[in-house]
């Protein structure tokens, strides 16, 4: 945040104390930006100290993914159908209904607003496609995605729950409605 005149100026007090001819002011002031440089120093040393961390703990949440295609944790006997940008799986764990599905993007995002575009609308794709498909058996279907624990990198995934006409109908009140 100092200008060159600023530094210049900085020199000369530091030349004048070297050669003995400089004030007890001067020294103080040149021992004062000796004491702020390392102070920031230290800053700047925690902060990397901080950063590295926190990449540590990504890498170490993201190795151990369990919806990263790439990743051995990955159960594949849950894939139903694969796209580019995306993959359509039933849930590891209880279903919801008998028709429950997820629809996951490829890459590792922890929420559906941090997606790319190309991604959003593949998903989208899919949405359409089970939608469809629901209402083709007269049925209607609500996807919501769980957005919690941010700060430790989920994957995120829409849930795909397929339910009755007359529940999808009254869906709206207790959803927000996302297009």
Same mark, same amino acid.
Request: net charge negative; proline share 3%.
């Given at each position: 945040?100092?200008?060159?005149?600023?530094?210049?100026?900085?020199?000369?007090?530091? =030349?004048?104390?070297?050669?003995?001819?400089?004030?007890?002011?001067?020294?103080? =002031?040149?021992?004062?930006?000796?004491?702020? =440089?390392?102070?920031?120093?230290?800053?700047?040393?925690?902060?990397?100290?901080?950063?590295?961390?926190?990449?540590?703990?990504?890498?170490?949440?993201?190795?151990?993914?369990?919806?990263?295609?790439?990743?051995?944790?990955?159960?594949?006997?849950?894939?139903?159908?694969?796209?580019?940008?995306?993959? *359509?799986?039933?849930?590891?764990?209880?279903?919801?209904?008998?028709?429950?599905? *997820? &629809?996951?993007?490829?890459?590792?995002?922890?929420?559906?607003?941090? *997606?790319?575009?190309?991604?959003?609308?593949?998903?989208?794709?899919?949405?359409?496609? &089970?939608?469809?498909?629901?209402?083709?058996?007269?049925?209607?279907?609500?996807?919501?995605?769980?957005?919690? =624990? &941010?700060?430790?990198?989920?994957?995120?995934?829409?849930?795909?729950?397929?339910?009755?006409?007359?529940?999808?109908?009254?869906?709206?009140?207790?959803?927000?409605?996302?297009?």
């Amino acid at each position: 945040m100092n200008t060159g005149d600023d530094e210049n100026a900085l020199f000369l007090k530091m =030349a004048k104390f070297r050669s003995g001819r400089g004030s007890d002011e001067e020294e103080a =002031a040149f021992a004062d930006a000796a004491r702020v =440089a390392e102070a920031d120093g230290k800053k700047q040393h925690r902060e990397k100290q901080q950063v590295e961390q926190e990449a540590r703990h990504r890498r170490k949440r993201l190795d151990g993914c369990g919806w990263c295609v790439d990743n051995p944790h990955f159960n594949r006997k849950l894939l139903v159908a694969m796209g580019e940008k995306c993959f *359509l799986c039933v849930p590891a764990d209880e279903s919801l209904t008998q028709l429950h599905c *997820l &629809l996951v993007p490829i890459e590792h995002s922890p929420c559906g607003t941090q *997606l790319d575009e190309d991604v959003w609308e593949e998903m989208h794709k899919f949405r359409r496609a &089970l939608t469809n498909l629901a209402a083709d058996r007269g049925e209607d279907v609500i996807f919501f995605e769980q957005a919690r =624990a &941010l700060r430790n990198h989920p994957h995120m995934n829409f849930n795909c729950v397929v339910v009755d006409k007359e529940v999808g109908d009254t869906a709206p009140i207790y959803f927000k409605v996302r297009s």
